[in-house]
């Protein structure tokens, strides 16, 4: 599994370079959500709805900030 991850993790980085400001903060939104709702899912038994939803949140949130610091809203 490690060695998948870090050429993986290399493949997210290039993807994300290429980005605009606006999806690269939503696409960041999105992963740390994931992360964050799959080890919340995990605990109560449903990791890959918690990432689900927790990708939504996060990716929402990202779109927030970013139309933040724009001020946007």
């Known amino acids: 599994m ?3 991850a870090i050429p993986l ?3 997210a ?3 994300l370079g290429a980005c605009s ?6 696409g960041a939104g999105a992963a740390i959500g994931a992360a964050g709702g799959a080890i919340g899912g995990a605990i109560v038994g ?6 689900a ?5 996060g990716a929402a949130g990202g779109l ?4 933040a610091k724009k ?3």
């Open 2 to 4: 490690r060695s998948i």
């Open 9 to 11: 993790t290399f493949i």
């Open 13 to 15: 980085a290039l993807a």
């Open 21 to 26: 400001q606006t999806a690269t903060r939503t």
């Open 46 to 51: 449903a990791p890959l709805t918690g990432a």
């Open 53 to 57: 939803v927790g990708a939504g949140v």
């Open 64 to 67: 927030l900030y970013d139309q």
């Open 71 to 73: 001020d946007n809203i």
